[in-house]
């Protein structure tokens, strides 16, 4: 099967892309998820593009672990291109506040597609967590 | 009306090939793109759920997927091999977000596993008759 790795803007690609899936976990990423981390001031961002599920969110679990070790307890985290958000995913960024919260930290989303913050309106966690259409307004607002 | 039934291992990475299957039929059947995303959720969440359950058991067997669209309804059927009355794998937040989305969901345990059976309107009765009459020959 010819391997294939794309995300339509529907995040939802027609093709199963198993091969691709497999060559990219040899490598050390998932296709259906990748992960970029950058400072701003004290702050760190990490931005998560494509689909975080029960399949791919423990890799962005591990990140945010990673970043905690490294003592970064101010994160933002940029789900400006997430596609897709399961309750797993959920999960791990309540994990992730909690860590941070344990050293006094903050963590805040960035995310303005209803379709993904609907999951956080269902269960309630839009109380919970500060939420910002962009990465500009939540730098911008203090931790 | 068709059925379409997908079996799978119960590996996390087949969550995303449920979902896919599930929303490729909810387009077909006309569904709007909001209800589109609502299916893909809450199939993928009823699909982690019984993956949880299978590897908590150690079960290799497959998860089933079944899908009927009727001529009203696309009705979803998520079915594991667990046993009835086993705990909930994940306390309550992939359940709880099936029932935040979808009106219509049961849960039934079974002695040959658990269903957990969505479903969604498609038309109405009345919509449905006048779509029929519409296309009727003169």
């Keep these: 099967m010819r391997a294939v790795s794309h995300r339509d803007p529907t ?133 | 009306m068709a059925t379409v039934e997908l079996r799978f291992s119960p590996l996390t990475s087949h969550v995303r090939t449920a979902r896919i299957v599930a929303a490729s039929l909810a387009r077909q059947v006309g569904l709007g793109e909001e209800t589109v995303d609502e299916v893909r959720l809450a199939v993928g969440e009823a699909c982690a759920r019984a993956v949880a359950i299978h590897e908590a058991l150690g079960l290799e067997t497959p998860i089933v997927l079944k899908i009927d669209d009727g001529p009203y309804t696309l009705a979803v059927d998520v079915c594991d091999c667990g046993e009835a009355g086993a705990p909930e794998p994940h306390p309550g937040l992939g359940l709880a977000v099936v029932t935040g989305l979808v009106d219509d969901v049961v849960v039934e345990r079974g002695p040959g596993g658990n269903h957990v059976r969505m479903v969604w309107p498609v038309l109405t009765p009345i919509e449905a008759h006048r779509e029929e009459l519409a296309t009727r020959p003169v």
């Design chain 1, 11 to 143: 995040g939802m690609p027609e093709s199963l892309s198993g091969g691709d899936i497999a060559a990219e976990e040899r490598k050390g990423t998932l296709v259906d998820l990748s992960l970029e981390t950058r400072t701003v001031g004290d702050r760190t961002v990490l931005a998560v593009a494509g689909e975080i599920d029960v399949y791919t969110a423990p890799k962005l679990r591990e990140q945010i672990v990673a970043l905690v070790d490294e003592g970064r307890y101010d994160l933002i985290i940029d789900m400006s291109a997430v596609d897709f958000l399961d309750s797993t995913g959920l999960g791990v960024l309540v994990g992730g506040l909690k860590r941070v919260r344990a050293h006094d930290g903050a963590l805040a989303l960035v995310c303005a597609e209803e379709r993904i913050l609907k999951i956080f309106r269902i269960t309630g966690l839009t109380k919970v967590f500060p939420i910002h259409a962009t990465v500009d307004e939540a730098v911008a607002t203090a931790g």
